[in-house]
């Protein structure tokens, strides 16, 4: 599925009449300014749908709901497009429960009935593994989400989808990117489409070319009710902190940083690199 297939519906000619938005925007700011931000979400989303070949029509997709920034705007993105006719797929929206203290479970689920989203809500008593396993004054970040991720993969067979899609968005990428380059040893980042081990599944990051900034401001314009992710008691990773507090001093040094970084993970050479595996220099 193409842009130019829609050419009714081009990336920045979305309707903004009140009667042509979908439902999940009610009480949407009116302004000029949310219109633009709104546009851009859902253009760059279904830009990286096509860039990186994530749909084939009559899948059906496993939308992963934390409760934070950037899951509720990813939803927000995908029903649009799906209700425009440009995103030929099945949407079950996915809470994972993972029995952390203090955790609100009634919000998402009444955040889903109230809109009239297909959902399910799963619990699973994650969180008592976590602490039994993690070394005291650790982070549970990694286990956790490896747990997280194991009982996602179940629920997409069980529901019958052919992907799990995550709220990843342009700055989670650029910040592992990094993580991996200097502390991992490795060049990687956080792949937009990828298909599991067992080759049944797909992992999918449709807000690949959205900024945080982006999901920050809409979240914020629509009043979700956020959760917050660090309910454990635990943080993420120095590391990650400490990368995301770099690039935020270079974004405010050299404004444009972050997309020279992540255009950059576009346009790779294997010819200049240093991989043997990737490019035949015994051969030249």
Known sequence: ???????????????????????????????????????????????????????????????????????????????????????????????????????????????????????????????????????????????CSRLRRGHLYRLAREEGCRAIVLGHHRDDIIETFLLNLFHGGKLAAMPPKLLNDEGDVYVLRPLAHVAEADCVRFARAMAYPIIPCDLCGSQDGLQRAQIKRMVDEWEARSPGRRQIIFRALTQVNPSHLLDPGLFDFRGL
């Open 1 to 143: 599925m193409k842009i130019e297939d829609f050419p009714e519906a081009g990336p920045d000619t979305l309707p903004d009449t009140p009667d042509d938005i979908h439902p999940i925007f009610a009480g949407a700011p009116s302004s000029t300014e949310f219109r633009k931000l709104r546009k851009r979400l859902i253009r760059q989303t279904r830009e990286a749908i096509e860039t990186y070949g994530m749909v084939t029509p009559g899948d059906r997709w496993l939308v992963c709901l934390s409760g934070g920034k950037d899951s509720y705007t990813l939803l927000a993105a995908l029903i649009e497009l799906q209700w425009r006719g440009l995103l030929p797929v099945d949407l079950l929206a996915c809470n994972l429960d993972q029995g952390q203290p203090g955790f609100p479970a009634t919000v998402l689920p009444e955040f889903l009935a109230k809109k009239g989203i297909a959902h399910r809500i799963e619990y699973q008593d994650t969180y008592s593994i976590v602490v039994d396993k993690v070394p005291a004054k650790k982070t549970y970040c990694a286990l």
